[in-house]
């Protein structure tokens, strides 16, 4: 099984603040990898498939960015609706896995 | 507009068993996998299971193999999930959730149905 792991596990940043998490998986996934946010109480919300393909209605501040083993979200310019938590997911064998998450949090 | 609504989450005793239920519109059903992916209290995400368009293949977590089965009846527009067996780690909220096409990633998700295992 792929092993998807996160960093930070916790982030604080402040609204206009430019952030990037980091996924890496224990062995290469070529670019099949989806970025999700959850809010509290919420289910998760698709951001970015593909390593890098915005899904439609995602503002273009968050983009994606790796291949093989190392990836990438950034926000260029967090916005107060940004602060959640985010998992990575792996599609590139099953069984399917997501990363631990990375709570994003106001400062 | 793509609708995935959960049911049958309870309290159960630990070795009980439980059917979840997954009821589904806004979209062809049946051209999609389909996934179940829990959320223990305050953790985070895990993929359970997931079931081909036409129900043909089906894959699985390894620590639910063997306890749960996942089925779609696609004349319902439904998608199932039994599981026996039950241990209190199996705690969590059971999310139904559509994949883009043919079992990669998730596009939409129902709200989820909290399932307690507990004495």
């Known amino acids: 099984a792929i092993r998807m792991t996160q960093s930070p596990s916790s982030l604080s940043a402040s609204t206009g603040d430019r952030v990037t998490i980091t996924c890496r998986a224990s062995q290469g996934i070529s670019s099949y990898l989806a970025w999700y946010q959850q809010k509290p109480g919420k289910a998760p919300k698709l951001l970015i498939y593909?390593?890098?393909t915005l899904q439609s209605g995602v503002p273009s501040r968050f983009s994606g960015s790796g291949s093989g083993t190392d990836f990438t979200l950034t926000i260029s310019c967090l916005q107060s609706e940004d602060f959640a938590t985010y998992y990575c997911?792996?599609?590139?064998?099953?069984?399917?896995?997501f990363g631990q998450g990375t709570k994003l949090e106001i400062k | 507009e793509v609708q995935l609504v959960e049911s049958g989450g309870v309290v159960v005793q630990p070795g009980g068993s439980l059917r979840l239920s997954c009821a589904a519109s806004?979209?062809?059903?049946?051209?999609?996998?389909m996934h179940w992916v829990r959320q223990a209290p305050g953790k985070g995400l895990e993929w359970v299971s997931l079931?081909?368009?036409?129900?043909?293949?089906?894959y699985y977590a390894d620590s639910v193999k063997g306890r749960f089965t996942i089925s779609r009846d696609n004349s319902k527009n439904s998608l199932y999930l039994q599981m026996n067996s039950l241990r209190t780690e199996d705690t969590a909220l059971y999310y139904c959730?559509?994949?883009?096409?043919?079992?990669?990633?998730?596009?939409?998700w129902g709200q989820g149905t909290l399932v307690t295992v507990s004495s």
């Open positions: 079931i081909s368009w036409d129900g043909g293949s089906t």
């Open positions: 959730a559509k994949d883009i096409y043919r079992g990669t990633y998730f596009d939409y």
């Open positions: 997911q792996q599609y590139y064998s099953y069984p399917l896995s």
């Open positions: 806004g979209f062809t059903f049946d051209d999609y996998t």
């Open positions: 593909a390593a890098s």
